[in-house]
């Protein structure tokens, strides 16, 4: 069944369409999503390739991350900015395909590589093994050839691409019937959600059990990183959650019978993922804070940008700076 078919069975079966101020306050708000999204993630990258300190796996990591979110916003939501204020995808079904594709990609390299970063974690944290940068620049290309193989597969025969029930967008056939969509999917769920969702849940017990029993020299700055890996979780599987159960929902049921408000507020979500991963770092790794500050000087204009001592240490060390700058100054 090919695009067009599908699209015409949800259109002519199941919903009358959203009214079009409803398309037209989606493509304003993917518009804001595209603009936030391309700026902190471009300046993310851009810091990253010029500051040789930012060299640590961990950095590794998030610059892949970074990379692809800069990917879903530029190229995937540019998509669905046209067919919003179109109310229809006006695309064709190569460009559907593409979409389909490209947006798989990079939905499961993202949970995929934050899973590595919880694996990381549990590793540097729980064994006390610091994972080199070799070892996460093969994680990561590990990482984006699996997600790309298996985004590929229904480019060759397993299962296929439509348009998904709101017709602004495109995603994996989840209402299939054959044998190829529902193992398609279900392959889709139990290797690319489900499983990475245990690792961080996993890791991120055994993280927090060791911080617990940890000494107090070490206890503040690990829980202040755990923290910041944790709320780039939180914020990925937050905004895909409503996405997945929709899907989970149609896959199970094959019911037409959807909501396609529900759809909307779940494709929204999704695609708020390229935001947060930038902006998260700016506001809380000190030293990507600094090196922003450093290549970009008039981000020490910006308030949240600032980098602020976060214990005694740094406090007295500030202070023997600019007592040593003044004496100098006088002399």
């Not at 993917?30 to 902190?40: C, H, V």
């Not at 070490?218 to 159960?245: D, H, Q």
């Not at 020490?300 to 001592?309: A, I, K, N, Y």
């Not at 406090?315 to 004496?327: I, K, N, W």
């Amino acid at each position: 069944m090919n695009g067009s078919n599908f699209s015409s069975a949800w259109n002519l079966e199941v919903h009358e369409k959203l009214p079009a101020a409803a398309y037209y306050a989606s493509g304003c708000i993917y518009i804001m999503f595209l603009l936030i999204a391309t700026a902190g993630n471009s300046v993310a990258i851009y810091v990253f390739i010029c500051s040789k300190k930012l060299r640590s796996a961990n950095h590794y990591l998030v610059f892949a991350l970074c990379f692809g979110d800069l990917l879903m916003a530029s190229v995937g939501i540019s998509m669905l900015i046209i067919t919003s204020f179109t109310t229809y995808w006006i695309l064709g079904d190569m460009a559907c395909t593409a979409y389909g594709t490209l947006m798989t990609f990079l939905g499961l390299s993202q949970i995929t590589l934050l899973g590595i970063i919880a694996f990381s974690r549990y590793k540097c944290v729980v064994h006390n093994h610091r994972t080199t940068p070799l070892s996460a620049k093969i994680g990561v290309a590990v990482c984006y050839s699996f997600s790309m193989c298996l985004a590929a597969a229904p480019n060759f025969g397993w299962s296929n691409y439509v348009e998904e029930p709101i017709g602004t967008s495109c995603g994996p056939n989840w209402k299939g019937i054959e044998s190829r969509d529902i193992s398609f999917n279900i392959t889709l769920f139990c290797t690319c959600f489900l499983l990475p969702l245990f690792v961080i849940l996993f890791c991120y017990t055994m993280v927090y059990r060791k911080i617990m029993n940890t000494n107090r020299v070490n206890k503040s700055r690990e829980i202040y990183v755990s923290i910041t890996i944790f709320l780039m979780i939180v914020t990925f599987i937050g905004a895909w959650t409503p996405y997945a159960c929709m899907a989970l929902y149609i896959s199970i049921t094959k019911s037409n019978q959807i909501n396609l408000v529900c759809v909307a507020i779940a494709l929204i979500l999704a695609k708020s993922v390229p935001i947060w991963n930038p902006y998260i770092y700016f506001l809380r790794d000190k030293q990507f804070n600094s090196e922003c500050q450093k290549l970009i000087p008039f981000l020490t204009r910006v308030p949240f940008w600032r980098t602020r001592p976060r214990n005694r240490d740094e406090v007295l060390q500030l202070q023997r700076t600019v007592v040593r700058d003044c004496a100098t100054t006088n002399v």
